[in-house]
């Protein structure tokens, strides 16, 4: 009888240790499994300006989840007036940026080291506007015209176009709309190729009205809006800015794709931040937006589509240092994040 | 029935196309009159709409003006101090109750202290002016200081939303305020009237034509500061509304709009609604004014009074129909039933009833003329049914007496066939069914045979009585008395007795002495035999003497002649010698001498063939008009004369 009850106690003490051992195994299971999935890292990033289809790729990668996708919780913050990119940096509003070239450049002049993460607009699109009416038919009979330039370093290209003809002009500021050149007050504006001037157009002017004089077509390849994000802030997690480019580059994709519900997004926070919003305009954005971005061309690979190219930004660094705003030009690889870039 | 229908069906149809058409052409004439007319009345009655509002915008737009006019004249005499700045632009804003915020910038100036001056601006809130200054240079490069100072002129902005006052429509009127004269002067400020354009947006949004019909402002750039679609309000510009909608249409619309054209055209809304637009310009602003209507609702009144008419005219037309072919049918049916019965008495059935009267027009009077009618034939025909059975009896009496006539004459040829040594033949042909005309010939004794020719004047029935009566006593006396002139003479004599009619006969009366070939002969009245001897004929001279019958106690006179072998003696009456022709010739005495010499050689069978065929031939075929007798005799001789 005994050793039938040993043999009993062994087959209890059997079927508690299995069990033990089960229950081990599902919570070593779920403890794996949770550890699997890390909490998604916050992040914040300023638009150069107010929401607009000029930003749709990152708004597009936030709205369909590219961004969380990528194990990024991202806040898109609004642009604006008066909402300097660059300032949300410096204060620590934002840890991206949709900044020019020639500001990153200015600022790393400054002491302010930024990282070039991706560069959306490879070529400049500001354009110089004049009514043919006026008899400006030529860059050179702009010379002693009234010409409308904006503030700081968004006038550099247009100053080194009036360079290049050795022109010289009445500068007027330029506000932020072109009302003062559609009265007749000036004699040509600055504009930009996917705002101002379809913006233009849509007062009921034609584009046979108009002498446009595109800086791009006169050697003035000014690569503009890039993301960025502080020196320090990068060498800190260099992998974590990249995904949050590789991210954006991917919203992009999605906005050039899907451009009407792309735009019904940007419409929406358009109407959201209380700025004007016109589809036909957002449209015509979008797609010189895709023109810039040289997304559409067969003739690059998608891995130079968000490029800072080497050649462009030598150019447009040249022309800064000759207008004295830079003393000189940073390294490339350094600028645009060094060895562990586009990893 | 069917001819009766066919009339009413083309009266009605021809009635109510005809009028279908007449109401179709007034109506759709009446129909394009009114749209023509209406169409003008709402252009003008809508121009003086818009008009008339325009009007009231440009009275407060030009008011403000002027306050903001003052205000830099004001400031370009002297240089006002901070103070009396401010005491001015307080005074203006407390002056124009239409104005919500008023400021004056000036041009940054190293002169200054400091050189780029504080912008006093007053706002009102709650009934209260708020002072707020603003102290950045960023109004230096903004619309509402550039454009005035760029051009020199007083300027209105495009409208914003401010934000600083809940998102309401604003636009500014800013004047340059200058300094110096002639070539030195230049802008040296400007004057700003911040203006709320609530209250204008609310007079244009209450503008409206008919039930539906709109109205959007637009400004000078095409803006849509008014618009039903809240969507576009200062979102959309009429260009990118045209260039979304792919409308180049718009897109001219829209340029001749903010050029400050005024127009009234038909448009075609987004919706797809057929619809007039007006439009036309606020002069101070640059801003359009347009007002928008569906076409539907602009003709809903033409419509209804056209569908109101055809609806009318449609009940007229089918009452007229339905009159016009009650009254046809009533016309047309009598007609169809006196056409049934008419077929009916045509078939022979006079008893078939007419359909009866009911009214005194033209239908009633044929229906009573057409029973006349058929009264007046049932009895015509019952007379003819009569009159045909009378002839018939008389015409079957009339060939009896032919029949009884016939064989009183002798008709047997050759009638003496033992008798060599003469030949006789008669023929006669009456013109009615029975004749006046007679011949007659038989044996006196056995040597002496009589022959004769009569010809009853008058013909017919009397005649044939009065020959009967004639050749019975001619007959009988002839064989009693034997010679010529007694045998007139006593016939006479009793014919005379009894001639109540006054009824005469010619008769030609011979007897031949077949031995001898001596004929005797007497005549009362008839015409002269012809002998034809040795193949000439000629007429026999005979004494003509009285008719037989009118009068008693004639005398006649027995003639003779010699009759040689071979001579042939041919006795007539007037039916051949009076034949006529169509042209009324008589066939005559000479003819038949003619005649009858060309036939001398004949038998007489064939010659009185020959003879009645020549009196025919000239004839010609007019018809025959008295009896035609002939009897011809032929003497050989006694056989045994020449042993």
Request: proline content about 5%.
């Amino acid at each position: 009888m005994r050793s039938a009850n040993t043999a009993k106690n062994l087959s209890h003490r059997c079927a508690l240790w299995t069990s033990l051992a089960a229950l081990l195994i599902l919570f070593l299971a779920l403890t794996g499994l949770a550890g699997a999935e890390e909490p998604l890292r916050k992040a914040r990033l300023m638009p150069l300006w107010s929401p607009q289809a000029q930003f749709a790729g990152y708004y597009m990668a936030l709205d369909k989840g590219i961004y969380a996708r990528h194990g990024i919780d991202m806040t898109i913050l609004e642009g604006g007036p008066g909402r300097s990119a660059v300032r949300s940096l410096t204060s620590g509003e934002a840890d991206f940026a949709v900044l020019w070239l020639a500001t990153a450049l200015q600022q790393h002049d400054t002491g302010l080291k930024l990282v070039n993460l991706a560069q959306i607009i490879q070529r400049s699109s500001l354009l110089l506007i004049a009514r043919k009416a006026s008899g400006i038919a030529r860059p050179e009979d702009l010379q002693g015209k009234k010409v409308s330039l904006w503030d700081g370093e968004l006038s550099l290209p247009v100053l080194a176009f009036l360079d290049m003809y050795r022109l010289r002009v009445q500068r007027i500021p330029q506000s932020y709309t072109v009302n003062l050149f559609l009265r007749g007050g000036i004699d040509a504006t600055s504009a930009m190729w996917y705002n101002e001037y379809h913006t233009i157009l849509n007062t009921g002017i034609d584009p046979d009205e108009l002498q446009v004089f595109a800086l791009h077509e006169h050697g003035v390849t000014f690569p503009e809006d890039g993301l960025y994000t502080l020196e320090h802030a990068y060498r800190g997690d260099p992998a974590f800015a990249r995904v949050v480019a590789r991210a954006s580059l991917e919203g992009w994709r999605y906005a050039f794709a899907h451009p009407e519900e792309t735009l019904t997004v940007v419409l929406d926070r358009m109407r959201r931040a209380g700025v004007p919003a016109s589809r036909a305009h957002q449209r015509w954005m979008l797609e010189r937006m895709r023109d810039l971005t040289r997304m559409d061309s067969g003739t690059l690979t998608d891995d130079d589509a968000g490029r800072l190219h080497p050649s462009a930004y030598l150019d447009a660094a040249a022309i800064l240092r000759d207008h004295g705003v830079i003393r000189e030009i940073p390294d490339h690889t350094t600028f645009t994040g060094g060895d562990d870039a586009r990893r | 029935m069917r001819a009766g229908r066919s009339i009413a069906r083309t009266f009605t149809l021809v009635v109510s196309v005809c009028t279908t058409l007449i109401f179709t052409a007034a109506i759709g004439y009446s129909y394009h009159r009114s749209r023509v007319a209406l169409e003008k009345e709402v252009a003008t009655n809508v121009a003086n709409l818009v008009q008339g509002s325009i009007h009231r915008v440009e009275t407060t737009l030009r008011a403000i003006a002027k306050a903001t006019e003052g205000v830099a004249r004001a400031l370009e005499t002297g240089h006002p101090a901070n103070r009396s700045l401010h005491a001015l632009l307080k005074a203006t804003l407390l002056d124009n109750g239409e104005i919500h915020g008023f400021g004056a910038a000036f041009d940054p100036d190293p002169v200054l202290d400091p050189p780029v001056p504080t912008v006093p601006y007053f706002f009102r809130r709650d009934g209260r002016l708020i002072f707020a200054p603003e102290d950045s240079y960023e109004y230096l490069g903004q619309d509402w200081y550039q454009i005035p100072k760029e051009l020199g002129a007083l300027a209105w902005s495009e409208p914003y939303l401010d934000r600083a006052s809940g998102g309401t429509l604003m636009t500014s009127c800013s004047v340059p305020i200058f300094v110096g004269t002639g070539e030195e002067r230049k802008v040296r400020g400007v004057v700003m009237a911040d203006v709320s354009l609530e209250g204008l947006t609310d007079l244009v949004e209450s503008i409206r034509v008919l039930r539906t019909g709109y109205s959007v402002l637009l400004s000078r750039n095409g803006t849509f500061l008014t618009h039903p679609d809240r969507d576009l309000v200062m979102n959309e510009t009429i260009f990118g509304l045209a260039e979304s909608l792919d409308r180049p249409e718009l897109r001219d619309l829209g340029k001749k709009m903010v050029r400050g054209g005024s127009e009234f055209l038909a448009y075609t809304t987004i919706g797809g609604v057929s619809s007039r637009m007006y439009y036309a310009p606020v002069p101070s602003t640059g801003w359009t004014l347009v007002v928008i209507f569906p076409e539907a609702e602009l003709y809903a009144d033409v419509h209804s009074l056209t569908l109101v008419v055809t609806v009318i005219a449609l009940a007229g037309i089918l009452l007229l129909t339905g009159a016009v072919h009650g009254i046809a049918r009533a016309v047309t049916a009598p007609l169809g039933a006196l056409a049934t019965a008419t077929e009916e008495i045509a078939a022979g059935n006079f008893d078939a009833g007419l359909p009866p009267v009911g009214t005194r027009d033209e239908v009633g009077q044929l229906t009573l003329a057409f029973a006349a009618m058929t009264s007046a034939l049932r009895d015509y025909i019952r007379d003819l049914t009569e009159t045909t059975a009378a002839k018939e009896r008389i015409q079957s009496e009339l060939k009896v007496a032919t029949d009884i006539q016939a064989s009183l004459l002798p008709r047997l040829f050759p009638a003496f066939p033992d008798r060599p040594e003469f030949d006789i033949f008669a023929t006669m042909d009456p013109a009615k069914e029975v004749g006046g005309d007679f011949y007659d010939f038989f044996f006196v004794n056995p040597t002496n045979l009589c022959f004769l020719v009569a010809d009853v004047a008058d013909k017919g029935v009397p005649a044939a009585l009065y020959m009967m009566v004639a050749k019975t006593l001619l007959k009988a006396e002839g064989q009693r008395l034997g010679e010529p002139d007694q045998i007139l003479a006593c016939v006479n004599t009793i014919l005379a007795a009894d001639n109540d009619s006054c009824m005469f006969t010619t008769v030609f009366c011979a007897i031949l002495d077949t031995e001898s070939g001596e004929v005797r002969f007497a005549n009362a009245g008839h015409n002269r035999p012809v002998l034809i001897s040795d193949s000439t004929a000629r007429l026999l001279p005979v004494r003509t003497g009285f008719v037989l019958g009118p009068m008693a106690d004639v005398v006649y006179t027995t003639e003779r002649m010699m009759l040689r072998p071979g001579d042939v003696l041919f006795l007539y009456t007037d039916g051949i010698t009076e034949a006529t022709n169509r042209t009324d010739e008589l066939y005559g005495e000479k003819r038949l001498l003619k005649a009858l010499q060309t036939v001398a050689d004949m038998e007489l069978v064939e010659m009185l063939a020959a003879i009645r065929a020549e009196v025919v031939r000239h004839a010609d075929g007019a018809p025959q008009s008295d009896d035609v007798t002939m009897i011809a005799i032929k003497y050989r001789g006694m056989p045994n004369a020449d042993r």
